[in-house]
């Protein structure tokens, strides 16, 4: 037998995900949830969801939903509000799937909070925690995570990962779009305290796509972190965020040094991506069309392609998956991943298991990411990255 799950949060994001967790064949029954109708209504009123949606699961507000009688919610809300959402579906008893980041605020102390809160939620109620990384699946991150299972890297020395994303490269438009909801505008009114008081976030407060490549291959987290930021001109005055580009380097607890950037004004296209040196082994990762994906051995150069790196999924899912998709491929955006995603969060409630980007992985990324923003802001002095530890099986 499957299991129930609500849908929170049918935006542009949460619309790419709706199909795949309606169609997984471990999920018998769906509910629909949007503070905008009208994004309920273009999945209620779809035929194809009729199999496993009825009207009486609709709904309009997160209070509604997290009181109905699911087994777990998928929170693909804007990235201030999926920490709270998350802490009270798991004391209503529900599993948690989350949009990353864990959550995104202008105030690094309140992140860490919502970090702890989370991780002791999780202990007090025995729900399953998942954080929708998408780098995490990346047939890259796969075929790494491989590679030093098997010891091909020997000792890591050093890693690199980065999120380019330029505001001009459709960013601008996406937070447009995110602030124009019912949610939106009251985030535009919180927003403004904050500026009252002075407390400006930064890029590395949506640090996941950039760090989880090199954690989790690493299976490392980081220790110690000094960091700066850098404003382009352009910029002064128009953003909540103190920085346009941050840049970090960090200890890490296997010994290695990690470097990240997290960009938001930079002159090329999209970039979510990482290289790893090992004392045997390195992986120098691309993105997309760009370059090429090689590993390196002392005496060994490999050029890999995507399907070399990406991993099979059980045959009935990615069948159920073809179901899903409108276009010729199947894998899709960010590097095939939300496949991935869904499944792994499916099979994990179903078997009762921890998902592989589990609550205490997911605070590992952000706060990496939140202390770093503070070391910025004192002009890159050093300083400890709080940890909550492994998780329980
Ligand atoms: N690569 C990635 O992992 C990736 C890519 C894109 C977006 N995202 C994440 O996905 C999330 C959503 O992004 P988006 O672009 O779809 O935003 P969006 O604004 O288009 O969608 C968010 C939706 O959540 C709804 N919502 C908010 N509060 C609600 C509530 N209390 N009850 C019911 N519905 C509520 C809004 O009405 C809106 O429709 C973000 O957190 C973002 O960080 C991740």
């Known amino acids: 037998m499957g299991i129930s799950l609500g849908l929170v949060g049918l935006g542009a994001f949460g619309s790419v995900f709706a199909r795949l967790f309606k169609n997984h064949p471990l999920v018998d029954r769906v509910g629909l949830c949007d503070r905008e109708p009208e994004r309920v209504a273009r999945f209620a009123e779809d035929a194809s969801f009729g199999d496993k949606f009825t009207p009486s699961d609709a709904y309009e507000s997160f209070d509604e939903i997290v009181n109905a009688d699911f087994d777990a919610l998928v929170i693909i809300t804007q990235p201030w509000l999926h920490a709270e959402q998350a802490v009270r579906a798991m004391k209503a008893g529900k599993h948690v799937y989350s949009a990353v980041p864990v959550v995104t605020l ?20 025995g729900m399953r925690y998942m954080l929708g990384e998408t780098t995490y699946y990346r047939p890259q991150t796969m075929y ?25 490269h459709g960013l601008r438009e996406v937070s447009r779009r995110r602030l124009s909801s019912k949610s939106g505008q009251e985030w535009v009114e919180k927003r403004k305290k904050y500026v009252e008081r002075g ?28 960091a700066w930021g850098w404003q382009s001109q352009d910029d002064e005055g128009t953003s909540e965020n103190i920085f346009s580009n941050e840049t970090a380097l960090f200890q890490m607890s296997n010994g290695s040094t990690m470097r990240i950037c997290e ?21 120098y990762g691309a993105e997309g069309n760009w370059g090429e994906n090689r590993w390196f051995g ?96």
């Open 144 to 168: 790494c995570r491989r590679k030093a299972a098997e010891g091909a890297f020997g000792e890591f020395v050093f890693s690199e990962g980065e999120y380019f994303h330029d505001i001009e």
């Open 106 to 125: 202008p105030d690094g102390d309140e992140i860490l909070d919502w970090c702890n809160k989370i991780i002791e939620t999780c202990k007090s109620t």
């Open 263 to 283: 960009y938001r004004r930079i002159g090329q296209p999209c970039r979510e991506m990482f290289n790893i040196l090992g004392t045997k082994g390195c992986f």
């Open 199 to 226: 407390i400006y976030g930064g890029p590395m407060h949506y640090p996941t796509h950039s760090v989880s490549g090199p954690m989790s291959v690493m299976k490392a987290h980081a220790k110690e972190v000094c």
């Open 298 to 393: 002392i005496r060994e150069k490999t050029v890999l392609n995507v399907e070399d790196m990406r991993e099979s999924l059980p045959d009935e899912v990615l069948e159920a998956f073809q179901t899903s998709d409108t276009t010729s491929n199947i894998y899709g955006g960010h590097g095939g991943s939300h496949l991935y995603l869904a499944h792994e969060f499916v099979d994990a409630v179903v078997h009762e298991r921890q998902p592989a980007i589990n609550a205490w992985e997911a605070v590992r990324y952000m706060a990496a990411g939140v202390m770093a923003h503070k070391s910025a802001l004192k002009d890159g002095e050093t300083l400890e990255v709080p940890d909550w530890g492994d998780a329980p099986e």
